[in-house]
Protein backbone atom coordinates (compact mmCIF):
# COMPACT_ATOMS: atom_id res chain seq x y z
CA UNK A 1 0.00 0.00 0.00
CA UNK A 2 2.66 2.28 0.77
CA UNK A 3 4.81 1.61 -2.61
CA UNK A 4 0.73 2.40 -4.23
CA UNK A 5 0.71 5.77 -2.57
CA UNK A 6 3.95 6.67 -3.16
CA UNK A 7 3.29 6.26 -7.05
CA UNK A 8 -0.02 8.12 -7.20
CA UNK A 9 1.26 11.53 -5.35
CA UNK A 10 4.49 11.58 -7.46
CA UNK A 11 2.48 11.05 -10.86
CA UNK A 12 -0.02 13.63 -9.74
CA UNK A 13 3.09 15.69 -8.54
CA UNK A 14 4.67 15.25 -11.97
CA UNK A 15 0.96 15.72 -14.07
CA UNK A 16 0.25 18.44 -12.24
CA UNK A 17 4.09 20.46 -12.69
CA UNK A 18 3.58 19.27 -16.59
CA UNK A 19 0.17 20.62 -17.17
CA UNK A 20 1.28 24.12 -16.01
CA UNK A 21 4.48 23.85 -18.01
CA UNK A 22 1.90 23.34 -21.21
CA UNK A 23 -0.52 26.17 -20.21
CA UNK A 24 2.73 28.37 -20.17
CA UNK A 25 1.90 29.20 -16.93
CA UNK A 26 4.36 30.56 -13.99
CA UNK A 27 5.82 27.66 -12.61
CA UNK A 28 7.74 28.58 -9.25
CA UNK A 29 4.30 28.51 -7.24
CA UNK A 30 3.68 24.76 -8.61
CA UNK A 31 6.94 23.57 -7.82
CA UNK A 32 6.47 25.14 -4.27
CA UNK A 33 3.30 23.84 -3.38
CA UNK A 34 3.71 20.74 -4.91
CA UNK A 35 7.05 20.29 -3.35
CA UNK A 36 5.23 21.27 0.16
CA UNK A 37 2.45 18.91 -0.17
CA UNK A 38 4.67 16.25 -0.94
CA UNK A 39 6.67 16.79 2.47
CA UNK A 40 3.30 16.72 4.35
CA UNK A 41 2.64 12.97 2.63
CA UNK A 42 6.08 12.20 3.74
CA UNK A 43 5.63 12.82 7.00
CA UNK A 44 2.07 11.47 7.84
CA UNK A 45 3.80 8.38 6.20
CA UNK A 46 6.01 8.45 8.85
CA UNK A 47 8.54 8.27 6.00
CA UNK A 48 10.94 11.72 7.52
CA UNK A 49 12.61 10.55 10.88
CA UNK A 50 14.97 13.49 11.11
CA UNK A 51 14.39 15.47 14.00
CA UNK A 52 14.17 18.81 12.20
CA UNK A 53 11.14 17.42 9.74
CA UNK A 54 9.33 16.46 12.49
CA UNK A 55 7.54 19.24 12.89
CA UNK A 56 4.38 20.88 11.20
CA UNK A 57 6.62 23.17 9.87
CA UNK A 58 8.64 20.89 7.80
CA UNK A 59 7.41 22.18 4.52
CA UNK A 60 8.04 25.46 5.31
CA UNK A 61 11.54 25.22 6.48
CA UNK A 62 12.03 23.46 3.48
CA UNK A 63 11.88 26.82 1.74
CA UNK A 64 13.93 28.47 4.13
CA UNK A 65 16.44 25.77 3.49
CA UNK A 66 17.25 26.25 -0.39
CA UNK A 67 17.01 29.29 0.16
CA UNK A 68 19.74 29.23 2.34
CA UNK A 69 21.35 26.49 0.03
CA UNK A 70 20.94 28.33 -3.47
CA UNK A 71 21.57 31.93 -2.87
CA UNK A 72 25.00 32.07 -1.56
CA UNK A 73 26.29 29.52 -4.41
CA UNK A 74 24.41 29.17 -7.58
CA UNK A 75 21.88 32.35 -6.81
CA UNK A 76 24.50 34.72 -6.04
CA UNK A 77 26.22 34.35 -9.24
CA UNK A 78 23.02 34.21 -11.02
CA UNK A 79 22.53 37.80 -9.17
CA UNK A 80 25.51 39.38 -10.33
CA UNK A 81 25.24 38.21 -13.80
CA UNK A 82 22.17 39.68 -13.86
CA UNK A 83 23.24 42.81 -12.74
CA UNK A 84 26.03 43.13 -15.23
CA UNK A 85 24.13 42.37 -18.23
CA UNK A 86 21.90 44.87 -17.43
CA UNK A 87 24.77 47.62 -17.18
CA UNK A 88 26.12 46.34 -20.25
CA UNK A 89 22.65 47.47 -21.69
CA UNK A 90 22.37 50.17 -19.70
CA UNK A 91 25.75 51.99 -20.91
CA UNK A 92 25.61 50.95 -24.18
CA UNK A 93 28.24 48.20 -24.65
CA UNK A 94 25.89 45.62 -25.65
CA UNK A 95 24.94 48.05 -28.54
CA UNK A 96 28.61 48.39 -29.64
CA UNK A 97 29.35 44.72 -29.23
CA UNK A 98 26.43 43.67 -31.47
CA UNK A 99 27.45 46.62 -34.38
CA UNK A 100 30.86 45.47 -34.51
CA UNK A 101 30.94 42.05 -34.80
CA UNK A 102 27.82 42.33 -37.53
CA UNK A 103 29.33 45.47 -39.69
CA UNK A 104 32.03 43.40 -41.42
CA UNK A 105 28.38 41.67 -43.19
CA UNK A 106 27.44 44.16 -44.61
CA UNK A 107 29.59 43.76 -47.37
CA UNK A 108 28.82 39.85 -48.32
CA UNK A 109 26.55 39.55 -51.02
CA UNK A 110 26.67 35.79 -51.35
CA UNK A 111 22.94 34.83 -49.57
CA UNK A 112 24.01 30.83 -48.42
CA UNK A 113 27.53 31.64 -47.50
CA UNK A 114 26.12 33.75 -45.13
CA UNK A 115 23.92 31.59 -43.83
CA UNK A 116 26.37 29.56 -41.62
CA UNK A 117 28.52 32.74 -40.69
CA UNK A 118 25.02 34.53 -39.31
CA UNK A 119 24.41 31.68 -37.07
CA UNK A 120 27.71 30.89 -35.64
CA UNK A 121 27.70 34.81 -35.30
CA UNK A 122 24.51 35.14 -33.77
CA UNK A 123 25.44 32.31 -31.36
CA UNK A 124 28.40 34.06 -30.24
CA UNK A 125 25.90 37.30 -29.46
CA UNK A 126 24.15 34.73 -27.33
CA UNK A 127 27.17 35.77 -24.79
CA UNK A 128 26.42 39.27 -24.44
CA UNK A 129 22.20 38.85 -24.93
CA UNK A 130 21.61 35.86 -23.58
CA UNK A 131 17.57 36.04 -23.78
CA UNK A 132 16.62 34.28 -27.30
CA UNK A 133 13.98 36.58 -27.81
CA UNK A 134 15.59 39.99 -27.10
CA UNK A 135 18.65 38.47 -29.66
CA UNK A 136 15.89 37.93 -32.56
CA UNK A 137 14.45 41.34 -31.92
CA UNK A 138 17.74 42.87 -32.38
CA UNK A 139 19.08 40.81 -35.58
CA UNK A 140 15.45 41.64 -36.71
CA UNK A 141 16.61 45.46 -36.65
CA UNK A 142 20.39 44.94 -37.39
CA UNK A 143 20.59 41.70 -39.74
CA UNK A 144 17.82 41.21 -41.12
CA UNK A 145 17.50 44.14 -43.64
CA UNK A 146 21.34 42.99 -44.54
CA UNK A 147 20.18 39.60 -45.36
CA UNK A 148 17.60 40.54 -47.85
CA UNK A 149 19.68 42.55 -49.55
CA UNK A 150 21.77 40.00 -50.13
CA UNK A 151 19.34 38.21 -52.41
CA UNK A 152 18.37 35.76 -49.01
CA UNK A 153 14.90 34.39 -49.10
CA UNK A 154 12.56 35.87 -46.13
CA UNK A 155 12.35 32.67 -44.57
CA UNK A 156 15.94 31.18 -44.70
CA UNK A 157 16.52 35.06 -43.15
CA UNK A 158 14.08 34.25 -40.58
CA UNK A 159 15.56 30.52 -39.88
CA UNK A 160 18.95 31.95 -39.22
CA UNK A 161 17.70 34.30 -36.89
CA UNK A 162 15.43 32.21 -35.05
CA UNK A 163 18.21 29.50 -34.28
CA UNK A 164 20.73 31.79 -33.08
CA UNK A 165 20.67 31.47 -29.41
CA UNK A 166 21.59 27.84 -29.00
CA UNK A 167 24.01 26.10 -26.83
CA UNK A 168 27.07 28.41 -27.06
CA UNK A 169 29.48 27.04 -24.11
CA UNK A 170 29.46 30.10 -21.36
CA UNK A 171 30.05 29.97 -17.71
CA UNK A 172 27.94 32.80 -17.72
CA UNK A 173 24.73 30.57 -18.05
CA UNK A 174 22.26 30.49 -15.70
CA UNK A 175 22.17 26.78 -16.14
CA UNK A 176 25.59 25.87 -16.46
CA UNK A 177 26.06 27.22 -13.38
CA UNK A 178 23.03 25.71 -11.45
CA UNK A 179 24.39 22.26 -12.90
CA UNK A 180 28.13 22.73 -11.62
CA UNK A 181 26.71 23.50 -8.48
CA UNK A 182 24.60 20.60 -8.07
CA UNK A 183 27.92 18.71 -9.35
CA UNK A 184 30.19 20.48 -6.72
CA UNK A 185 32.32 21.52 -9.49
CA UNK A 186 33.68 25.01 -10.65
CA UNK A 187 31.45 26.52 -13.73
CA UNK A 188 34.24 27.48 -15.60
CA UNK A 189 36.05 23.36 -15.34
CA UNK A 190 32.18 22.22 -16.28
CA UNK A 191 31.60 24.33 -19.02
CA UNK A 192 35.18 24.35 -20.31
CA UNK A 193 35.99 20.91 -20.09
CA UNK A 194 32.93 18.92 -20.43
CA UNK A 195 30.34 21.32 -22.07
CA UNK A 196 32.38 22.80 -25.15
CA UNK A 197 33.73 19.57 -26.13
CA UNK A 198 29.63 18.52 -27.28
CA UNK A 199 28.07 22.18 -27.81
CA UNK A 200 31.31 23.58 -30.41
CA UNK A 201 31.33 20.96 -32.53
CA UNK A 202 27.44 20.35 -32.61
CA UNK A 203 26.92 24.40 -33.71
CA UNK A 204 29.61 23.97 -36.49
CA UNK A 205 27.58 20.49 -37.72
CA UNK A 206 23.91 22.42 -36.91
CA UNK A 207 25.61 25.58 -39.60
CA UNK A 208 26.90 22.76 -42.30
CA UNK A 209 22.86 21.39 -42.09
CA UNK A 210 21.40 24.75 -41.69
CA UNK A 211 23.66 25.37 -45.49
CA UNK A 212 22.36 22.73 -47.23
CA UNK A 213 18.41 22.62 -45.74
CA UNK A 214 17.93 26.07 -46.47
CA UNK A 215 19.22 26.14 -50.25
CA UNK A 216 17.37 22.69 -50.97
CA UNK A 217 14.02 24.98 -49.50
CA UNK A 218 14.56 28.19 -51.52
CA UNK A 219 15.18 25.86 -54.97
CA UNK A 220 11.69 24.05 -54.26
CA UNK A 221 9.83 26.84 -53.32
CA UNK A 222 11.31 28.62 -56.31
CA UNK A 223 10.26 25.65 -58.34
CA UNK A 224 7.00 25.17 -56.80
CA UNK A 225 6.38 29.24 -58.09
CA UNK A 226 6.35 30.76 -54.50
CA UNK A 227 6.97 34.19 -54.34
CA UNK A 228 9.54 35.20 -52.30
CA UNK A 229 8.26 38.02 -49.89
CA UNK A 230 9.33 41.93 -50.59
CA UNK A 231 11.78 43.89 -48.04
CA UNK A 232 9.61 44.90 -45.32
CA UNK A 233 10.12 48.19 -43.03
CA UNK A 234 12.37 47.51 -40.39
CA UNK A 235 14.16 49.57 -37.88
CA UNK A 236 17.51 51.50 -39.75
CA UNK A 237 21.09 50.14 -38.75
CA UNK A 238 22.09 51.77 -35.72
CA UNK A 239 25.04 54.09 -36.26
CA UNK A 240 27.46 53.86 -33.18
CA UNK A 241 29.44 56.91 -33.12
CA UNK A 242 33.04 56.99 -31.49
CA UNK A 243 37.10 56.39 -32.07
CA UNK A 244 38.73 53.19 -32.77
CA UNK A 245 39.37 52.80 -29.00
CA UNK A 246 36.03 53.39 -28.01
CA UNK A 247 34.84 50.57 -30.21
CA UNK A 248 37.37 48.39 -29.37
CA UNK A 249 37.24 48.97 -25.51
CA UNK A 250 32.97 48.89 -25.54
CA UNK A 251 32.77 45.57 -28.08
CA UNK A 252 35.32 43.89 -25.20
CA UNK A 253 33.38 45.00 -22.06
CA UNK A 254 30.15 42.68 -22.51
CA UNK A 255 32.59 39.59 -23.02
CA UNK A 256 34.83 40.34 -20.43
CA UNK A 257 34.28 37.66 -17.72
CA UNK A 258 33.86 35.12 -20.48
CA UNK A 259 37.62 36.16 -21.63
CA UNK A 260 39.56 36.51 -18.13
CA UNK A 261 37.75 33.13 -17.12
CA UNK A 262 38.83 31.58 -20.17
CA UNK A 263 42.61 33.19 -20.08
CA UNK A 264 42.72 32.03 -16.31
CA UNK A 265 41.42 28.14 -17.18
CA UNK A 266 43.96 27.78 -20.16
CA UNK A 267 46.55 29.52 -17.88
CA UNK A 268 45.83 26.75 -15.12
CA UNK A 269 45.85 24.07 -17.64
CA UNK A 270 49.54 25.19 -19.01
CA UNK A 271 51.09 25.45 -15.61
CA UNK A 272 49.09 22.61 -14.26
CA UNK A 273 50.67 23.05 -10.35
CA UNK A 274 48.91 26.10 -10.41
CA UNK A 275 45.62 27.06 -9.69
CA UNK A 276 44.38 31.17 -9.93
CA UNK A 277 41.09 31.12 -7.83
CA UNK A 278 39.15 33.51 -10.23
CA UNK A 279 35.31 32.67 -9.79
CA UNK A 280 32.60 33.14 -11.67
CA UNK A 281 31.28 36.11 -9.27
CA UNK A 282 34.80 37.36 -8.77
CA UNK A 283 35.02 37.89 -12.06
CA UNK A 284 32.16 39.96 -12.82
CA UNK A 285 32.77 41.86 -10.06
CA UNK A 286 36.06 43.28 -11.21
CA UNK A 287 34.51 43.30 -15.05
CA UNK A 288 32.06 45.64 -13.48
CA UNK A 289 34.31 48.01 -11.83
CA UNK A 290 36.33 48.14 -15.20
CA UNK A 291 33.38 49.47 -16.78
CA UNK A 292 32.35 52.12 -14.15
CA UNK A 293 36.11 53.13 -14.86
CA UNK A 294 36.15 53.27 -18.27
CA UNK A 295 32.58 55.72 -18.24
CA UNK A 296 34.16 57.62 -15.67
CA UNK A 297 37.35 58.03 -18.24
CA UNK A 298 34.67 58.50 -21.32
CA UNK A 299 31.99 61.07 -19.78
CA UNK A 300 33.81 62.68 -17.23
CA UNK A 301 30.87 62.97 -15.22
CA UNK A 302 30.91 61.10 -11.89
CA UNK A 303 27.18 61.70 -10.57
CA UNK A 304 25.87 60.58 -14.08
CA UNK A 305 27.99 57.37 -14.29
CA UNK A 306 27.39 56.67 -10.41
CA UNK A 307 23.56 56.92 -11.13
CA UNK A 308 24.18 54.68 -14.01
CA UNK A 309 25.75 51.71 -11.91
CA UNK A 310 22.36 51.72 -10.17
CA UNK A 311 21.34 49.45 -13.40
CA UNK A 312 23.27 47.13 -12.30
CA UNK A 313 21.30 46.43 -8.97
CA UNK A 314 17.79 46.68 -10.75
CA UNK A 315 19.30 43.88 -13.21
CA UNK A 316 20.04 41.74 -10.02
CA UNK A 317 16.51 42.20 -8.89
CA UNK A 318 15.34 41.19 -12.17
CA UNK A 319 17.20 37.78 -12.00
CA UNK A 320 15.78 37.04 -8.87
CA UNK A 321 12.91 35.13 -10.60
CA UNK A 322 15.81 32.50 -11.98
CA UNK A 323 17.07 31.71 -8.37
CA UNK A 324 13.40 31.69 -7.09
CA UNK A 325 13.07 28.93 -9.50
CA UNK A 326 15.52 27.37 -8.57
CA UNK A 327 14.55 27.24 -4.89
CA UNK A 328 11.18 26.29 -6.12
CA UNK A 329 12.82 23.21 -8.19
CA UNK A 330 14.80 22.35 -4.98
CA UNK A 331 11.89 21.92 -2.69
CA UNK A 332 9.69 19.83 -5.15
CA UNK A 333 12.91 17.71 -5.39
CA UNK A 334 13.02 17.64 -1.55
CA UNK A 335 9.01 16.59 -1.41
CA UNK A 336 10.04 13.70 -4.17
CA UNK A 337 12.92 12.67 -2.08
CA UNK A 338 10.98 12.82 1.13
CA UNK A 339 8.29 10.31 0.27
CA UNK A 340 10.80 7.92 -0.86
CA UNK A 341 10.63 7.72 -4.68
CA UNK A 342 13.72 8.90 -5.60
CA UNK A 343 15.49 5.76 -3.63
CA UNK A 344 13.00 3.64 -4.86
CA UNK A 345 13.61 4.57 -8.45
CA UNK A 346 17.66 4.48 -7.86
CA UNK A 347 17.31 0.85 -6.49
CA UNK A 348 15.67 0.13 -9.47
CA UNK A 349 17.66 1.31 -12.01
CA UNK A 350 20.53 -0.12 -10.29
CA UNK A 351 18.99 -3.66 -10.43
CA UNK A 352 17.84 -3.01 -13.98
CA UNK A 353 20.02 -4.22 -16.84
CA UNK A 354 19.40 -1.44 -19.51
CA UNK A 355 21.76 -0.15 -22.08
CA UNK A 356 23.71 3.10 -20.26
CA UNK A 357 22.35 5.39 -22.65
CA UNK A 358 18.68 4.84 -21.68
CA UNK A 359 18.43 7.44 -19.02
CA UNK A 360 19.85 9.89 -21.00
CA UNK A 361 17.79 9.26 -23.93
CA UNK A 362 14.47 9.49 -21.52
CA UNK A 363 15.91 12.20 -20.22
CA UNK A 364 16.13 14.19 -23.79
CA UNK A 365 12.73 12.82 -25.12
CA UNK A 366 11.30 14.31 -22.28
CA UNK A 367 12.68 17.42 -23.34
CA UNK A 368 12.01 17.86 -26.80
CA UNK A 369 8.06 16.78 -25.62
CA UNK A 370 7.61 19.54 -23.22
CA UNK A 371 9.92 22.30 -25.08
CA UNK A 372 7.94 21.72 -28.17
CA UNK A 373 4.89 21.83 -26.84
CA UNK A 374 5.17 25.03 -24.39
CA UNK A 375 7.61 26.29 -26.38
CA UNK A 376 10.21 26.35 -23.03
CA UNK A 377 12.19 23.80 -21.22
CA UNK A 378 13.29 26.17 -18.62
CA UNK A 379 11.37 25.07 -15.56
CA UNK A 380 11.70 21.37 -16.31
CA UNK A 381 15.55 21.51 -16.50
CA UNK A 382 15.62 23.61 -13.45
CA UNK A 383 13.27 20.72 -11.46
CA UNK A 384 15.38 18.14 -13.23
CA UNK A 385 19.23 19.45 -12.41
CA UNK A 386 18.91 18.10 -8.73
CA UNK A 387 17.76 14.42 -9.66
CA UNK A 388 20.31 14.34 -12.59
CA UNK A 389 23.52 13.17 -10.50
CA UNK A 390 21.82 10.56 -8.10
CA UNK A 391 19.71 9.37 -10.94
CA UNK A 392 23.18 9.06 -13.14
CA UNK A 393 24.81 7.04 -10.32
CA UNK A 394 21.93 4.86 -9.90
CA UNK A 395 22.03 3.91 -13.50
CA UNK A 396 25.91 3.61 -13.04
CA UNK A 397 26.61 5.89 -15.72
CA UNK A 398 28.72 9.60 -15.78
CA UNK A 399 26.60 12.57 -14.53
CA UNK A 400 27.76 14.84 -17.89
CA UNK A 401 25.90 12.15 -19.78
CA UNK A 402 23.44 13.20 -17.95
CA UNK A 403 23.74 16.82 -17.75
CA UNK A 404 25.47 18.22 -21.37
CA UNK A 405 22.53 16.01 -23.42
CA UNK A 406 19.30 17.38 -21.35
CA UNK A 407 20.85 21.15 -21.17
CA UNK A 408 21.66 21.01 -24.20
CA UNK A 409 18.59 19.61 -25.80
CA UNK A 410 16.30 22.29 -24.26
CA UNK A 411 18.04 25.06 -26.15
CA UNK A 412 18.57 23.41 -29.28
CA UNK A 413 14.43 22.57 -29.58
CA UNK A 414 13.14 25.87 -29.21
CA UNK A 415 13.50 26.84 -32.49
CA UNK A 416 11.12 24.06 -33.16
CA UNK A 417 8.09 25.00 -31.36
CA UNK A 418 5.67 27.13 -33.26
CA UNK A 419 4.69 28.98 -29.42
CA UNK A 420 7.75 29.30 -29.02
CA UNK A 421 8.77 33.02 -27.88
CA UNK A 422 11.53 33.58 -30.60
CA UNK A 423 9.58 31.92 -33.28
CA UNK A 424 6.37 33.80 -32.65
CA UNK A 425 8.78 37.49 -33.06
CA UNK A 426 10.38 36.01 -36.33
CA UNK A 427 7.48 34.86 -37.72
CA UNK A 428 5.06 38.15 -36.64
CA UNK A 429 7.93 40.94 -37.80
CA UNK A 430 8.46 38.58 -41.17
CA UNK A 431 5.02 38.07 -41.86
CA UNK A 432 5.50 34.44 -41.85
CA UNK A 433 3.54 31.77 -40.22
CA UNK A 434 4.98 29.90 -37.47
CA UNK A 435 4.65 26.68 -38.82
CA UNK A 436 6.56 28.20 -41.87
CA UNK A 437 9.56 29.41 -39.47
CA UNK A 438 9.63 25.65 -38.11
CA UNK A 439 9.86 23.98 -41.00
CA UNK A 440 12.89 25.92 -41.84
CA UNK A 441 14.06 25.20 -38.18
CA UNK A 442 13.60 21.71 -37.24
CA UNK A 443 16.42 20.14 -39.26
CA UNK A 444 19.19 21.86 -38.58
CA UNK A 445 18.12 21.60 -34.66
CA UNK A 446 16.85 18.40 -34.40
CA UNK A 447 20.17 17.33 -36.66
CA UNK A 448 21.87 19.04 -33.75
CA UNK A 449 20.00 16.76 -30.91
CA UNK A 450 20.79 13.70 -32.36
CA UNK A 451 24.69 14.67 -32.90
CA UNK A 452 25.20 16.13 -29.75
CA UNK A 453 23.61 12.85 -28.04
CA UNK A 454 25.63 10.43 -29.97
CA UNK A 455 29.13 12.36 -29.10
CA UNK A 456 27.44 12.89 -25.52
CA UNK A 457 27.70 9.33 -25.24
CA UNK A 458 30.90 8.56 -26.91
CA UNK A 459 32.70 11.38 -24.81
CA UNK A 460 30.54 10.31 -21.41
CA UNK A 461 29.66 6.86 -21.05
Not at 63 to 75: E, N, S, W
Not at 180 to 189: C, E, H, I, P, R
Not at 323 to 347: E, M, N, R
Not at 400 to 406: D, G
Request: net charge positive; charged share 10%; proline share 4%.
Amino acid sequence: MELVLMYVASVLAIAAVVFMLLKKLDIKITLLGVGMALIVIAMAMGKLPTKEFNDFMAPFNAIIDQFKATLPKAGLIILILGGYTAYMSKIGANDVTVNTLTKPLRGIRSAYVLVPIVFLLGNVLSLVIPSASNLAIILLATLYPVLRKSGMSTLTAAAVIATTATVMPTPLGGDNVAIAQALGMDVSTYVFRYHAIVSVPTLFFMAFVHYFWQMYLDKKDLKNGIVRQEDLEIEALKTINGGFVYKTVYTLLPLLPIVILLLVYVFNLLTKGTDIGMSVELVSLISFVIAIVCELIRKRNSKAVLEDTESFFRGMGNAMGIVALLVAAGVFVQGLKSIGIITHLQDVMTTANVPGFTLPLILVLLSAVIVILSGSGTALFYAMVPLMAPLALAAGISAYAVTVPMGLAGNLLRAVSPVSAVVVIVSGTTKQTPFNIVKRTAVPMVAGVVFMFVLSMLFFL
